[in-house]
Structure formats: structure tokens, C-alpha cells
């Protein structure tokens, strides 16, 4: 299994208030993605990171901001939160193997806004 | 953009038979990787399969096992031998060729297993 941690893995939080999701790696993979999960759209990408400092938008980044200062870690923040971003956040990272190509993904994050 | 649609929200199979989920991809490129992923009722993301658009062979991993269309633009999965620890929802997702390239998933698709 990819080593890749997801914190904190749920938290309840109210509108208008800042929130920061944290996904830590271990695995020294230099991509790094945010998804979000909602019933009916599958998952969808947030934001994306191809290096320390290089991020980059997905299709749903909209009231959403990321950082990476570095290699392991990326944070998504919420800067004001609103109960239309309640869902569940996937951190993944890809695997640079010649062979790999593949994406693998944290156990979530479950956010509730209310 | 690339798209992907899965037009069966939920599927059912008795338990040792054999379903087939369906997934259909849109996209102007000629090289890609296509892949299913399960997901348990713990919410995690497992990798079932993964195909190389250039490879013309079917994939296969034990009892999983894609129909891979490229013409059609079709990568369906078939399971076999069913079991109840298949229950799940599974997501066919899209990635472009070429180091660091994003999935794109489609809607997903419940699997129910009877016994």
C-alpha cells in the first residue's frame, strides 16, 4: 500500500470558518492531487501539484487553495467554508515507476460543513 | 476534455455468477491508460485493473478481466465467479499519457452482490 496519510480523517465545521486538510506522503512521489467525491459526479479534481511550490487547478477549484512547501506534504485549505463543499476529500499521489503510471489514493477525509 | 460514462448506476449478481460493468470514454487522443477502481463501503480506493491504450490485449487480474474497445472508445469490466466481498461501487477513470497526467472518473457504478 501506498503510504499516504489523510488528517484529520473527519471533522465537523461550521460555515464561514477557515479549514485545512493535510495529506502527508512517504513514498517521495513527485505528483500530488486533491479530489473531492459527490454523489453522481464520481470523483473530480480539486487541485494538482508537480512539484515543491508548483500547483495547478482542477476542475472544481473554486473557493479552494493548495500549498506545498514540501515533497511529502500538501494541504488543501478552505478559506471560508460553505455547506456546498461537505463531502469527501481524496488525497492521491502517482507512482513514478516505468511500469506504474498509476495513481493511489488516501482513506479520505470527511468534511461536514453546517 | 476528456470525459468518462458510466451509464449503469447499479448493477446486480448472484453470488458465483458473472457481471459486466460498462464505461465509455470520450477523447481525441491516441495514447492513455484506462483503469477500474473499487470502492468498499470504507470509502477506499482500490486498484482493480489497468490497460494501456497501445496494448490490443485484454487485461486481466485473477477473476477481473476488461473488454477493451478502442475503436468504440468502450472499457468494460467483467467479474467473474462473483463473490459477496465484490460488493462495492466501482469507477472506470481516464488518464492521459505521459508522467503526472490527472484521472478523470466516471459517475460510478453500485455493485450488488445476492447470496
Known amino acids: 500500500d501506498a503510504g499516504i496519510t489523510q488528517s484529520p480523517r473527519h471533522k465537523v465545521t461550521e460555515t464561514g470558518t477557515p479549514v485545512t486538510l493535510r495529506c502527508h506522503q512517504t513514498?517521495?512521489?513527485?505528483?500530488m492531487y486533491w479530489y473531492r467525491q459527490d454523489p453522481g459526479h464520481g470523483l473530480r479534481l480539486i487541485h494538482y501539484?508537480?512539484?515543491?511550490?508548483?500547483?495547478d487547478k482542477g476542475e472544481v477549484s473554486d473557493g479552494y487553495s493548495v500549498s506545498r512547501s514540501k515533497t511529502e506534504d500538501f494541504l488543501l485549505t478552505l478559506e471560508s467554508a460553505t455547506s456546498s463543499q461537505t463531502s469527501v476529500y481524496f488525497c492521491?499521489?502517482?507512482?513514478?515507476?516505468?511500469?506504474?503510471?498509476?495513481?493511489?489514493f488516501g482513506e479520505g477525509s470527511w468534511l461536514t460543513v453546517v | 476534455a476528456q470525459t468518462v460514462t458510466q451509464s449503469q448506476p447499479e448493477m446486480s449478481v448472484q453470488e458465483a455468477e458473472t457481471v459486466t460493468l460498462s464505461c465509455t470514454y470520450d477523447?481525441?487522443?491516441?495514447?492513455?491508460?484506462l483503469f477500474w477502481y473499487k470502492q468498499p463501503p470504507s470509502r477506499q480506493m482500490i486498484l482493480v485493473i489497468r490497460?494501456?491504450?497501445?496494448?490490443?490485449q485484454n487485461a486481466t487480474e485473477n477473476r477481473f478481466s476488461v473488454n477493451f474497445q478502442k475503436a468504440a472508445k468502450s472499457f468494460s469490466l467483467k467479474i467473474s465467479d462473483s463473490q459477496l466481498g465484490d460488493a462495492a461501487m466501482y469507477f472506470c477513470?481516464?488518464?492521459?499519457?505521459?508522467?503526472?497526467?490527472?484521472?478523470?472518473f466516471g459517475a460510478g457504478t453500485i455493485l450488488r452482490v445476492k447470496s
Open positions: 501539484s508537480y512539484g515543491v511550490k508548483d500547483t
Open positions: 477513470a481516464y488518464r492521459s499519457a505521459g508522467y503526472g497526467n490527472k484521472l478523470v
Open positions: 513514498e517521495n512521489h513527485r505528483y
Open positions: 477523447t481525441s487522443e491516441s495514447d492513455y491508460y
Open positions: 490497460q494501456e491504450a497501445y496494448k490490443q
Open positions: 492521491a499521489i502517482s507512482d513514478p515507476s516505468p511500469v506504474g503510471n498509476t495513481i493511489y
